[in-house]
């Protein structure tokens, strides 16, 4: 199976910093790599397809870049809407994976 | 508008069973390969199944296989995973979500909780 390591866990930021999320995959993903965000009691919404493909309506300042095995979603200008949880998950091969979750908290 | 509405939840014994419904609409359901997720309370999302948009092709976790069924009846626009020797590490809200390509999930239900205790 592979592995999908996501860091950090938490974070605190303030509205208007820049914001990054990182994973990483225990082998290629080859681009099939996502990622949510998920708020208290909602379900998850789809940001980020095939590492850095921004979903229709997903505003600009989020963004999805790789590197090899290595994954980052960036939220530039964090606004009071982006304090949620975010999980990447690679679709690649089954089963498919989700890393473990970083949650976005108001410093 | 795509809407996923999920069911079929509840309170369920160790070993016991459960059927989960998703009615889809807003869009042409058998053309989408469909999945289920599940969060227990306080976790992260753990991927469970998919099936593919005629259903001839199913995955699993391995924490689900030979446990679970995934199934779909395209007439009805409706998926279903059918949950036996239910355990209480299954415990979960489920949701069933949307896929273009068997892939990432662009849609995602409301959810349904599935306790499952003695």
């Known amino acids: 199976d592979i592995q999908v390591t996501q860091s950090p866990s938490s974070l605190s930021a303030s509205v208007g910093d820049r914001v990054t999320i990182t994973c990483r995959t225990s082998q290629t993903v080859s681009s099939h790599l996502n990622w949510y965000q998920q708020k208290p009691g909602k379900a998850p919404k789809l940001l980020i397809h095939g590492a850095s493909s921004l979903l229709s309506g997903v505003p600009s300042r989020f963004s999805g870049s790789e590197s090899g095995t290595d994954f980052t979603l960036t939220i530039n200008s964090l606004q009071p809407e982006d304090f949620a949880t975010y999980y990447c998950?690679?679709?690649?091969?089954?089963?498919?994976?989700f890393g473990g979750g970083t949650k976005v908290e108001i410093k | 508008e795509v809407q996923l509405v999920e069911s079929g939840g509840g309170l369920v014994q160790p070993g016991g069973s459960l059927r989960l419904s998703c009615a889809a609409s807003g869009f042409t359901f058998n053309n989408y390969w469909m999945h289920w997720v599940r969060q227990a309370p306080g976790k992260g999302l753990e991927w469970v199944s998919r099936i593919k948009s005629d259903g001839s092709n199913t995955n699993y976790a391995d924490s689900v296989k030979g446990r679970f069924t995934i199934s779909r009846d395209n007439a009805k626009n409706t998926l279903y995973l059918q949950m036996d020797g239910l355990r209480a590490e299954d415990s979960a809200v489920y949701y069933c979500?949307?896929?273009?390509?068997?892939?990432?999930?662009?849609?995602w239900g409301q959810g349904t909780l599935v306790t499952v205790s003695s």
């Open positions: 979500a949307k896929s273009p390509y068997g892939g990432y999930h662009d849609y």
């Open positions: 998950q690679q679709t690649y091969t089954t089963p498919l994976t």
